[in-house]
């Protein structure tokens, strides 16, 4: 199993893609994870995915460049965990409360990829 | 003011594990806590260590408490104090200075700012490591390793006036496209970049660069201290237009890069290159800074295949683990086809080292070189010729390869491709200390002998792998240059020539260069790439000047008339001066225990009062005060 860092918090300037806003995954490691005492709400909700491990869940960190311009990447894609989505379980949505809520990798990235975040540029 | 330090650390305690001095781990809750090893030990069977004591027993192992463990990665650090720290640091309400404490584990995740803060000259960003890595790549402290393929950057800062230090970054990556990302890449101003380590062990000099200031960063920057090791195509890329620029590069040390310093674009500010050291880089400091770019630069530099010249030093330095020889280097066998793919007579053997020589057609095409093995290959850059129709020559190499029957392949965008496949016994299988590089082309109308530029080889032991084209019909008919053995030389019947040849050295090899020779045909569209790879040496990891080099380490004492160590921005001088490169030495842990001998007993009062004399016998190595 997976667990996944995400940010609960919103960020001061949401609409920049590179701002660390609200849902955006923040890192991945394997269950049982000994998480800092900060780790945790209000800041941060873990997610753990019962049906991957912390390596095919690292895609969820992957962000999107446009690298035409090499020196002036332009991120314009990236993951977003949408917890209020009501693609969302139950069991999710309730977990905002919680430090640690369980889910499948289906209801999981049920709810990345309806917020994912498109290309801003 | 309400400064806030947010400690990182990610490793929690292990029962009956044998721990050593200054190893941390975290333990207890509510909340959870780092902890220090202040007495190595083996652990106890359960437990571990709580509370704030400063001496807590577990097990053989004593522990010093921390502080709080907040966050188990620096990218969860920065995600979770992303706030306007002028006014709401830690979300608070009050303006404070934002430290991220990297205490001492291996971080895996990417890290980046973001663009969440607000942040101005007093209230900024400071990355740190918490203890020092001592100025050698050091795996009981903070690193940042990672198998990028999937960001931009391992680090990736896009807040102004953001302060590193201290901090070990490793690009583990075995890719060379540019779009797997930069070390750091930081797009903003006001950087100070101090006491890092930036390590790429994989050679090849593709598109990862290492430290780079983005098109939009606006200086000032500093950057001091920081030691650049391995494959980077620009160890420290400069592509902003700056209209102040104000970048300071002082100190650093630069080891087996491309291009030690580059700069893409030009910069109207100031940008100072001082007291730098680059070994076997291609090139040290390269671009088009053209306005206040103090190059009278008080660099020194030392195994460049190109440049080296005008305002560099030529001193002479030595580094605390140049490799040493290790001989043995043997050819152990090989093959050359015109075709795409070509295999070798006989099976491979584990732990050896392919090394292939690729001419080709067309107009600058991209070509990779992979095998029936799964061997991972690296390239060398593609020499061209002056004609692009008559296509160039290319070297790809793969370490540590696999044993069995193994067929070469070549793919790319070129045409008439000709291989010539080696392989050889006795190189280093570890990077970044496996080679350095020459090539040159004809020019229109000029020589007709293939000629590389100049280099030298730093060990004694040591092969020099030459490869040839000229695709041109009929083409020229080449030989083995003097002291070269020509493996492979091979007249296609289209009349193109696809040649290679080597030199094993035993001695070290200084300001060569390597040809080819030719008899008929004579033209002017040749390519000529050259590769020095090292024989299996000692690990090389301390590019600090050793306590052996009597050259460049104290220099501005020794040449304090000249003017050209004016200052050292570090402010952290040794023995009344500074050296040359990264000079950030680990303090009295390294230096050998000294033990002694009272030859005769007294007491204090018979030194004072008495008139005698102490004597004490000291053994072990020379203890130098850094």
Same mark, same amino acid.
């Given at each position: 199993?997976?667990?996944?860092?995400?940010?609960?918090?919103?960020?001061?300037?949401?609409?920049?893609?590179?701002?660390?806003?609200?849902?955006?995954?923040?890192?991945?490691?394997?269950?049982?994870?000994?998480?800092?005492?900060?780790?945790?709400?209000?800041?941060?909700?873990?997610?753990?995915?019962?049906?991957?491990?912390?390596?095919?869940?690292?895609?969820?960190?992957?962000?999107?460049?446009?690298?035409?311009?090499?020196?002036?990447?332009?991120? $314009?894609?990236?993951?977003?965990?949408?917890?209020?989505?009501?693609?969302?379980?139950?069991?999710?949505?309730?977990?905002?409360?919680?430090? $640690?809520?369980?889910?499948?990798?289906?209801?999981?990235?049920?709810?990345?990829?309806?917020?994912?975040?498109?290309?801003?540029? | 003011?309400?400064?806030?330090?947010?400690?990182?650390?990610?490793?929690?305690?292990?029962?009956?594990?044998?721990?050593?001095?200054?190893?941390?781990?975290?333990?207890?809750?509510?909340?959870?806590?780092?902890?220090?090893?202040?007495?190595?030990?083996?652990?106890?069977?359960?437990?571990?260590?709580?509370?704030?004591?400063?001496?807590?027993?577990?097990?053989?192992?004593?522990?010093?408490?921390?502080?709080?463990?907040?966050?188990?990665?620096?990218?969860?650090?920065?995600?979770?104090?992303?706030?306007?720290?002028?006014?709401?640091?830690?979300?608070?309400?009050?303006?404070?200075?934002?430290? =991220?404490?990297?205490?001492?584990?291996?971080?895996?995740?990417?890290?980046?700012?973001?663009?969440?803060?607000?942040?101005?000259?007093?209230?900024?960003?400071?990355?740190?490591?918490?203890?020092?890595?001592?100025? #050698?790549?050091?795996?009981?402290?903070?690193?940042?390793?990672?198998?990028?393929? *999937?960001?931009?950057?391992?680090?990736?800062?896009?807040?102004?006036?953001?302060?590193?230090?201290?901090?070990?970054?490793?690009?583990?990556?075995?890719?060379?496209?540019?779009?797997?990302?930069?070390?750091?890449?930081?797009?903003?101003?006001?950087?100070?970049?101090?006491?890092?380590?930036?390590?790429?062990?994989?050679?090849?000099?593709? @598109?990862?660069?290492?430290?780079?200031?983005?098109?939009?960063?606006?200086?000032?920057?500093?950057?001091?201290?920081?030691? /650049?090791?391995?494959?980077?195509?620009?160890?420290?890329?400069?592509?902003?237009?700056?209209?102040?620029?104000?970048?300071?590069?002082?100190?650093?040390?630069?080891?087996?890069? *491309?291009?030690?310093?580059?700069?893409?674009?030009?910069?109207?500010?100031?940008?100072?290159?001082?007291?730098?050291?680059?070994?076997?880089?291609?090139?040290?400091?390269?671009?088009?800074?053209?306005?206040?770019?103090?190059?009278?630069?008080?660099?020194?530099?030392?195994?460049?295949?190109?440049?080296?010249?005008?305002?560099?030093?030529?001193?002479?330095? #030595?580094?605390?683990?140049?490799?040493?020889?290790?001989?043995?280097?043997?050819?152990?066998?090989?093959? &050359?086809?015109?075709?795409?793919?070509?295999?070798?007579?006989?099976?491979?053997?584990?732990?050896?080292?392919?090394?292939?020589?690729?001419?080709?057609?067309?107009?600058?095409?991209?070509?990779?070189?992979?095998?029936?093995?799964?061997? =991972?290959?690296?390239?060398?850059?593609?020499?061209?010729?002056?004609?692009?129709?008559?296509?160039?020559?290319?070297?790809?190499?793969?370490?540590?390869?696999?044993?069995?029957?193994?067929?070469?392949?070549?793919?790319?965008?070129?045409?008439?491709?000709?291989?010539?496949?080696?392989?050889?016994? @006795?190189?280093?299988?570890?990077?970044?200390?496996?080679? =350095?590089?020459?090539?040159?082309?004809?020019?229109?109308?000029?020589?007709?002998?293939?000629?590389?530029?100049?280099?030298?080889?730093?060990?004694?032991?040591?092969?020099? /792998?030459?490869?040839?084209?000229?695709?041109?019909?009929?083409?020229?008919?080449?030989?083995?240059?003097? @002291?070269?053995?020509?493996?492979?030389?091979?007249?296609?019947?289209?009349?193109?020539?696809?040649?290679?040849?080597?030199?094993?050295?035993?001695?070290?090899?200084?300001?060569?260069?390597?040809?080819?020779?030719?008899?008929?045909?004579?033209?002017?569209?040749?390519?000529?790439?050259?590769?020095?790879?090292?024989?299996?040496?000692?690990?090389?990891?301390? /590019?600090?000047?050793?306590?052996?080099?009597?050259?460049?380490?104290?220099?501005?004492?020794?040449?304090?008339?000249?003017?050209?160590?004016?200052?050292? =921005?570090?402010?952290?001088?040794?023995?009344?001066?500074?050296?040359?490169?990264?000079?950030?030495?680990?303090?009295?842990?390294?230096?050998?225990?000294?033990?002694?001998?009272?030859?005769?007993?007294?007491?204090? &009062?018979?030194?004072?009062?008495?008139?005698?004399?102490?004597?004490?016998?000291?053994?072990?190595? #020379?203890?130098?005060?850094?």
């Amino acid at each position: 199993m997976a667990e996944i860092l995400i940010k609960l918090e919103p960020a001061d300037n949401p609409s920049d893609l590179l701002a660390w806003g609200r849902c955006l995954p923040v890192a991945v490691f394997e269950d049982g994870h000994p998480w800092g005492s900060l780790e945790r709400p209000p800041k941060f909700l873990v997610v753990r995915i019962t049906d991957q491990t912390a390596a095919q869940a690292q895609q969820y960190l992957k962000v999107e460049y446009d690298t035409s311009d090499p020196p002036n990447p332009i991120a $314009i894609r990236k993951w977003k965990f949408d917890i209020d989505d009501d693609t969302m379980s139950n069991p999710m949505k309730k977990a905002v409360g919680d430090a $640690i809520a369980d889910g499948t990798i289906l209801e999981v990235t049920t709810g990345m990829i309806n917020a994912y975040i498109k290309r801003t540029t | 003011m309400a400064d806030f330090t947010a400690n990182v650390h990610g490793v929690a305690w292990a029962a009956s594990t044998a721990y050593a001095l200054n190893d941390n781990v975290g333990n207890d809750t509510s909340p959870i806590k780092i902890y220090k090893c202040i007495t190595a030990g083996t652990s106890a069977g359960s437990g571990g260590p709580t509370g704030t004591g400063s001496d807590i027993t577990d097990g053989g192992a004593h522990w010093a408490y921390q502080g709080e463990r907040h966050y188990t990665s620096l990218n969860a650090a920065l995600a979770g104090e992303s706030y306007n720290l002028t006014t709401n640091i830690h979300n608070t309400g009050q303006a404070g200075i934002l430290t =991220i404490d990297c205490y001492n584990f291996k971080d895996t995740t990417p890290a980046g700012t973001g663009t969440g803060y607000t942040v101005d000259s007093g209230h900024y960003i400071n990355i740190k490591a918490h203890d020092s890595h001592g100025g #050698t790549w050091n795996e009981s402290r903070y690193r940042l390793v990672c198998n990028l393929g *999937y960001t931009y950057g391992i680090i990736n800062v896009n807040t102004q006036y953001t302060r590193i230090t201290g901090i070990q970054s490793y690009l583990v990556s075995t890719s060379n496209s540019s779009s797997t990302g930069d070390l750091l890449f930081n797009n903003w101003s006001y950087a100070i970049i101090s006491k890092c380590i930036f390590r790429r062990d994989v050679d090849g000099f593709g @598109g990862v660069e290492g430290l780079v200031f983005g098109t939009y960063f606006m200086g000032p920057a500093k950057i001091f201290n920081n030691i /650049f090791i391995g494959g980077f195509s620009q160890a420290i890329r400069l592509t902003g237009a700056a209209a102040d620029a104000g970048i300071e590069i002082y100190n650093n040390t630069f080891v087996r890069a *491309y291009i030690g310093i580059a700069a893409s674009v030009t910069y109207t500010g100031t940008i100072s290159v001082k007291n730098n050291l680059f070994y076997n880089c291609v090139s040290d400091v390269t671009g088009t800074i053209t306005d206040s770019y103090n190059a009278t630069t008080n660099n020194n530099s030392k195994g460049l295949s190109s440049g080296g010249t005008g305002n560099r030093f030529s001193q002479t330095f #030595t580094f605390a683990d140049d490799p040493g020889s290790a001989g043995s280097i043997t050819h152990v066998q090989s093959k &050359a086809n015109y075709s795409t793919s070509c295999s070798f007579d006989s099976n491979n053997t584990a732990g050896n080292t392919i090394i292939v020589g690729v001419g080709f057609s067309s107009s600058f095409p991209a070509q990779e070189v992979s095998d029936s093995k799964g061997n =991972i290959y690296y390239k060398l850059p593609a020499q061209f010729c002056w004609n692009p129709a008559y296509g160039g020559a290319q070297i790809f190499f793969a370490k540590n390869i696999a044993a069995g029957p193994n067929t070469v392949t070549v793919s790319g965008t070129g045409t008439d491709y000709g291989i010539n496949i080696h392989e050889y016994s @006795g190189l280093s299988t570890v990077g970044p200390y496996s080679f =350095i590089y020459a090539n040159a082309a004809g020019t229109n109308g000029g020589s007709t002998t293939p000629l590389t530029g100049q280099f030298s080889t730093v060990v004694a032991d040591s092969l020099i /792998f030459v490869c040839g084209a000229d695709e041109s019909s009929p083409g020229p008919i080449y030989s083995a240059g003097t @002291g070269y053995l020509g493996y492979t030389l091979r007249s296609s019947s289209a009349g193109h020539y696809d040649a290679s040849e080597d030199y094993i050295a035993t001695s070290i090899q200084s300001n060569v260069r390597a040809n080819f020779t030719n008899t008929s045909n004579l033209k002017d569209y040749w390519s000529i790439v050259a590769g020095v790879f090292q024989a299996i040496g000692t690990p090389f990891f301390n /590019f600090h000047l050793g306590n052996s080099d009597t050259g460049a380490k104290g220099y501005g004492v020794s040449d304090p008339g000249s003017g050209l160590f004016s200052d050292d =921005i570090d402010g952290e001088t040794r023995s009344g001066s500074w050296d040359i490169g990264a000079d950030d030495y680990q303090s009295g842990a390294a230096a050998a225990a000294i033990t002694g001998t009272i030859i005769n007993s007294i007491t204090e &009062a018979d030194i004072v009062t008495g008139g005698k004399t102490l004597i004490i016998t000291l053994t072990g190595d #020379t203890w130098i005060a850094n």
